[in-house]
């Protein structure tokens, strides 16, 4: 199975800050990664697909980055709703594994 | 628009088997697949398996001996059995839509149902 490694496990930014968070994959898996976020309560939400495809209706300050084994999520402008756990997702190879998940709270 | 709703009971005995349903409604069974995805209180998320839109099913290795995936098209609706269920299968079931032919991410998701195994 493709491990999926994220980092950091938790993060506490400032409004307005940028924020960036980590996923590692524990092979080559050509850019199939996606990004979900997840407010308390509710069911994932697609941020990014392909590593840098923004989904329909999610906000430009999200975007994607990465290649290989490396990949990222940044969050431009850090605003109060963007409260949320975040998460990887590797759709290359089954099992279709997600990271731990980063859990990001305002400071 | 696009919604998926799962239904099924909030509390099943070990060793018994779990049903849920998801039903779906802006789209159809024929032209998206359908996945489970589910997720222990406070954990991670673990992809469970799918229905294609052509019929065919695809199981998580880990769980394909216990897990069984159906449709009824007319219903607009897919199920999902699972067997033998353990403390450690407590978890919210989702279903997620796949935006794509086998594109094995999800752009959209049900609300999820809280199932707990407990005697």
């Known amino acids: 199975d493709i491990q999926m490694t994220q980092s950091p496990a938790s993060l506490s930014a400032s409004l307005g800050e940028t924020v960036t968070i980590e996923c590692l994959a524990s092979?080559?898996?050509?850019?199939?990664l996606a990004w979900y976020q997840q407010k308390p309560g509710k069911s994932p939400q697609l941020l990014i697909y392909?590593?840098?495809s923004l989904n329909d209706g999610v906000p430009s300050r999200f975007s994607g980055s990465g290649s290989g084994t490396q990949y990222s999520l940044k969050i431009n402008s850090l605003q109060s709703e963007d409260v949320s756990i975040y998460f990887c997702q590797q759709n290359y190879d089954s099992p279709y594994t997600f990271g731990a998940g980063t859990k990001l709270e305002l400071k | 628009q696009v919604q998926l709703k799962e239904s099924g009971p909030g509390l099943v005995q070990p060793s018994q088997t779990l049903s849920l349903t998801c039903t779906v409604s802006g789209f159809s069974l024929m032209d998206y697949s359908v996945h489970w995805v589910r997720q222990p209180p406070g954990k991670g998320l673990e992809w469970m398996g799918r229905m294609k839109y052509d019929g065919d099913t695809y199981y998580n290795s880990a769980l394909k001996s216990r897990l069984s995936i159906s449709r009824d098209t007319s219903k607009s609706q897919v199920f999902l059995k699972m067997n033998s269920l353990q403390t450690e299968d407590t978890a919210i079931y989702y279903c997620?839509?796949?935006?794509?032919?086998?594109?094995?991410?999800?752009?959209?998701w049900g609300q999820g149902v809280m199932v707990t195994v407990s005697s």
């Open positions: 997620t839509r796949d935006p794509n032919y086998g594109t094995f991410y999800f752009d959209y």
């Open positions: 392909y590593a840098n």
């Open positions: 092979e080559d898996i050509y850019s199939n």
